[in-house]
């Protein structure tokens, strides 16, 4: 997959529940499209659809304006505040340089909590 920014290609593993629901789904459909998420025309979604399906979401959710985007800073969030090493963030997302990466740990005061206690 050709990437913006210069970004590395990386692959993001799927196993156990998501995999077999997947295996289902595309066992369901009657294209032979390889693409897992299609338009109502048989296409592949296009960066435009995937933002005005997101912001049809949120809207119905309540919550402001959400960007395809900000899932990714939110992976990047989630797993700095969850402890996971800053090399293997930065794997996950494709960053060329850490420097990006670091921004996500910035903010994770909480990977603190108990690390004078025994």
Same mark, same amino acid.
């Given at each position: 997959m050709?990437?913006?920014?210069?970004?590395?290609?990386?692959?993001?593993?799927?196993?156990?529940?998501e995999?077999?629901?997947?295996?289902?789904?595309?066992g369901?459909?009657?294209?032979?499209?390889?693409?897992?998420?299609?338009?109502?025309? +048989?296409?592949p979604?296009?960066r435009?659809? !995937?933002? /005005?399906?997101?912001?049809? #979401?949120a809207?119905r959710a *309540? &919550?402001p304006?959400?960007?395809?985007?900000?899932?990714?800073?939110?992976?990047?969030?989630?797993?700095?505040?969850?402890?996971?090493?800053?090399?293997l963030?930065?794997?996950?997302l +494709?960053?060329?340089?850490?420097?990006?990466t !670091?921004? /996500?740990?910035?903010?994770? #005061?909480s990977?603190?909590? *108990? &690390?004078w206690?025994?």
């Open positions: 050709r990437r913006l920014k210069n970004g590395l290609s990386v692959e993001q593993p799927i196993a156990g529940d995999l077999r629901a997947i295996k289902r789904y595309l369901s459909r009657s294209d032979a499209m390889p693409w897992l998420f299609i338009s109502e025309r +048989g296409q979604l296009t435009q659809s !995937v933002n /005005y399906l997101m912001a049809i #979401a809207t *309540g &919550l304006a959400v960007r395809p985007h900000m899932l990714r800073h939110s992976c990047g969030y989630y797993l700095a505040n969850r402890g996971y090493d800053l090399r963030i930065q794997d996950y +494709g960053h060329r340089d850490p420097r990006h !670091v921004h /996500y740990t910035r903010t994770a #005061a990977r603190f909590d *108990g &690390l206690r025994r």
